[in-house]
């Protein structure tokens, strides 16, 4: 995959290199995050080979995306550390 133009040429599947390229992630973390199925795949064929399904990336990405904005806005918040929650609740005080 050398750019946007090939990359629509891939296809539906991608394979997890093409994965791997997409995220700027080496091939064994690709890999991790499929066996974990934390980017759900498929396996494919005799030997078995993973492909990630293109929307399925893309709603992946997008899903890193709201989770970082979502943390992001918790530690912009007063309560984003510990020392914070530590001092509403008081030192002593069990939740």
């Known amino acids: 995959m050398a750019g946007a133009d090939s990359s629509a040429s891939v296809g539906r599947f991608l394979t997890l290199a093409d994965t791997a390229e997409v995220l700027n992630i080496s091939l064994s973390q690709a890999y991790t995050l499929v066996r974990t ?9 005799a030997r078995g080979q993973w492909r990630v399904e293109r929307p399925v990336l893309e709603s992946y990405i997008e899903a890193k995306y709201e989770e970082t904005r979502r943390l992001n806005r918790w530690n912009q918040s ?5 020392a914070g ?3 509403m609740f008081g030192r002593d005080s069990r939740f």
């Open 78 to 82: 007063d309560l984003g550390d510990a």
């Open 37 to 45: 199925g934390e980017l759900p795949a498929i396996k494919v064929g």
């Open 85 to 87: 929650i530590v001092e």
